[in-house]
Structures are given as structure tokens and as C-alpha cells.
């Protein structure tokens, strides 16, 4: 079974950049990065696909940008000029190309405060 294990995150003043990682241990087909704020549905902050077609939620336009290493199954997301209203737990997600399994990552704490 396809396992997606997440790196990065962590605390950082407004302003600043993180980037976080995901790496897939097969083979997957679209990827993406979701947050949860508290109190908060889950959101889709941004999405690539094999071929490395790439959506952004408004609220990251400019700032995140998301990248994959097909050959790794790693997905990346750079967060630059982060907010506080960045602060959520981060998720990623990918599916499965064998089973075509909605997978999701353990999570990853970001928080943006001075």
C-alpha cells in the first residue's frame, strides 16, 4: 500500500518561508496540498498534476507554489510572504495509480506568528 510521509513545517514569523514535502513511497498520479485551520473545514491550497499542471486557492496566489519530482513521487510546496491566516495543520493528498486510492499525508503543523 502506497504510504505518503510528510516533511517541514514549523513555526515562522509573518513573512517569512517555509516550504514542505511529501514523498510518496509509489507510484501516485495527481497530487496536492490541503489545510485545516481550527474551527475550519479542510481546504485544497493548491494541486499539480503528472504533467505538472498546477492550481492555487486565491488566498496562496503569488505566494505558495507547488512542485513534483515524478521520479521521486515527491511533491513540494514553497510558501513565501506567509500570514498568519497560513496557520493551519497541512495536509497532502494523492492518488494512487494502482488502486486509485485517495491518500493522505500525517499531517504537518505550520504556524505563522511573531
Known amino acids: 500500500q502506497v504510504r505518503l510521509v510528510q516533511s517541514g513545517g514549523g513555526l515562522v514569523q509573518p513573512g517569512g518561508s517555509l516550504r514542505l514535502s511529501c514523498a510518496a513511497s509509489g507510484s501516485i498520479f495527481g497530487m496536492g496540498w490541503y489545510r485545516q485551520a481550527p474551527e475550519k473545514q479542510r481546504e485544497l491550497v493548491a494541486g499539480i498534476t503528472r504533467g505538472g499542471s498546477t492550481n492555487y486557492a486565491d488566498s496562496v496566489k503569488g505566494r505558495f507554489t507547488i512542485s513534483r519530482d515524478n521520479a521521486k513521487n515527491t511533491v513540494y510546496l514553497q510558501m513565501n510572504s506567509l500570514k498568519p491566516e497560513d496557520t493551519a495543520v497541512y495536509y497532502c493528498?494523492?492518488?494512487?495509480?494502482?488502486?486509485?486510492?485517495?491518500?493522505w499525508g500525517q499531517g504537518t503543523q505550520v504556524t505563522v506568528s511573531s
Open positions: 493528498n494523492a492518488r494512487s495509480s494502482s488502486t486509485l486510492d485517495s491518500l
